[in-house]
């Protein structure tokens, strides 16, 4: 499963400021589009996690334009 196709948020529409995220070989990689040879790696429940509290807003003080 080494050539999963990466996958962007429909939000992001066409251009290229966005996080790009696909799972490989049991982990989940992310990059952002515009820098693709930095990839972080992290395990799926992880991701799950992150995902759960990224709906709820528990990271949106992080954001300076919200």
Not at 28 to 41: F, K, N, T
């Amino acid at each position: 499963m080494r050539n999963s196709t990466w996958q962007k948020s429909s939000y992001s529409g066409s251009n290229a400021d966005c996080v790009e995220v696909r799972a490989v070989d049991g982990v989940i990689e992310l990059r952002e589009s515009d820098e693709g040879d930095i990839i972080v790696r992290t395990m799926p429940y992880k991701f799950a996690a992150f995902l759960q509290g990224a709906k709820v807003g528990e990271f949106d003080h992080l954001i300076t334009n919200a």
